[in-house]
């Protein structure tokens, strides 16, 4: 890139971007994911980047993709055609919004735009030159789950080396499934997670008009300030748990734990097996998860084999008192296990104990499922938009597993027999 492309780049991109510009470009890693609030500038980024990148590379091909597809012409067509016209290229590029596409006039080089709702478009995509070097997911949270998210990926997985570009603003519910995705893809090593929010681009961008409104919300309405400007899942009202800590968890610091905790929910048919291994920091109330086996249709003797393997000294077990056959037969296979001490409002009592300690610290690379279940846990709403006044019994094997496992620590003294 020569230094005129540079300084030009440095009036059509936000500065939060421009380290991140050049790894997008030498194609660093796989998959990108922006996230931010509104006016953030992410999409205007990505659109210039798509653009150079194939001025770069004459057999690069890009297919953009939203949710809908009678929304593509009004947002990333008109998107990608403002960084054409921006970049001086209006004359390099023939612009079509009534076929969906994008051409390169010199070497024919397309930009596919098409709509998840119609999946066989989608699978037919093919190109007469080169190959789909660069797939963007705009408004992630649109799409539909994660399996048609991996089903686009796998029709459009061929040819070249590929990038993956997703933005999108965060849902407001961090049990929403593009939160819970992103959080997972997280940990991936070929995975780049960047977050902006307005704030990091120049105010004359933006106009007096847009930052006195931001502020406005800002005084009146905190929390959908924090959703809408800077792209914060605030939550619906209904999360269970507000003090995880997403956090490391070394390898030095599980060593140096003095006393852990497990506790086994066993798995029914479809739902999983769940172990997990915990230590608490009584004097500062803090409680970290670190270890877990989590796996549907595992049988008993690879379920004990993989406890064995975390648990090599056989310390005690607290599991699922529901499944006294089960408990024998792991106990009969050298486990050290004990059933857990239920009750009337045993569940009750151990989430609200988990509620009140200060900080419950998950390391996502470690515990995936702990962290997803643990965030994700919220009080169901009825047909009203009214919460329910109970805790829901799904998506919540670690959680249980995590009860029994401190169970001996939460019970109250004075209760001999509550649990």
């Not at 070249?160 to 090593?189: C, H, M, T």
């Not at 605030?234 to 748990?241: I, L, P, Y």
């Amino acid at each position: 890139m020569d230094n005129t492309l540079d300084i030009n780049l440095s009036k059509l991109i936000a500065p939060r971007f421009w380290g991140t510009v050049f790894k997008i470009m030498a194609m660093d890693f796989q998959n990108y994911y922006f996230n931010g609030g509104r006016a953030s500038t992410k999409s205007s980024m990505l659109s210039i980047i798509i653009i150079i990148m194939m001025t770069q590379d004459p057999n690069a091909n890009v297919v953009v993709l939203r949710q809908v597809a009678n929304t593509l012409r009004d947002s990333v067509i008109s998107q990608l055609e403002w960084a054409i016209y921006e970049l001086g290229l209006g004359h390099e590029f023939k612009i079509s919004k009534s076929t969906l596409e994008i051409v390169r006039k010199s070497t024919g080089q397309k930009i596919l735009f098409r709509g998840a709702d119609d999946p066989q478009k989608i699978k037919s995509i093919k190109v007469a030159k080169g190959y789909i070097k660069i797939i963007w997911f705009e408004e992630l949270a649109e799409f539909k789950g994660v399996e048609g998210l991996r089903s686009i990926k796998q029709s459009l997985g061929r040819g070249g080396k590929q990038i993956f570009l997703y933005s999108y603003n965060p849902p407001r519910s961090a049990n929403n499934w593009a939160n819970q995705y992103v959080d997972q893809e997280s940990v991936r090593e070929d995975t780049l997670v960047h977050r902006s929010t307005y704030r990091t681009v120049p105010k004359k961008w933006l106009g007096e008009t847009f930052l006195a409104e931001a502020e406005s919300l800002k005084k009146t309405n905190r929390q959908a300030y924090d959703h809408e400007y800077l792209g914060l899942p605030v939550g619906t009202g209904g999360e269970v748990f507000g003090n995880i800590v997403k956090s490391q968890i070394t390898d030095e610091m599980v060593a140096s734990f003095d006393k852990v905790y497990r506790g086994l929910d066993f798995g029914f048919a479809a739902d999983p097996l769940a172990y997990v291994e915990a230590y608490y920091d009584s004097a500062r109330k803090r409680l970290y998860l670190f270890n877990e086996i989590y796996a549907t249709g595992m049988s008993n003797a690879k379920a004990i084999a993989a406890i064995k393997a975390l648990n090599p000294n056989n310390e005690m077990i607290t599991a699922d008192s529901a499944e006294p056959r089960t408990i024998a037969e792991f106990r009969a296979q050298g486990l050290n296990i004990r059933p857990s001490k239920k009750g009337a409002g045993s569940v009750d009592h151990g989430i609200k104990w988990l509620q009140d300690i200060n900080e419950i610290i998950i390391d996502p690379r470690r515990t995936p499922n702990i962290f997803r279940e643990f965030r994700g846990y919220e009080i169901e709403q009825d047909k009203m938009g009214n919460f329910k006044g109970m805790f829901p019994d799904k998506d919540n094997h670690t959680i249980d597993s995590t009860r029994y496992a401190l169970e001996m620590v939460s019970k109250p003294r004075k209760q001999s027999s509550a649990w």
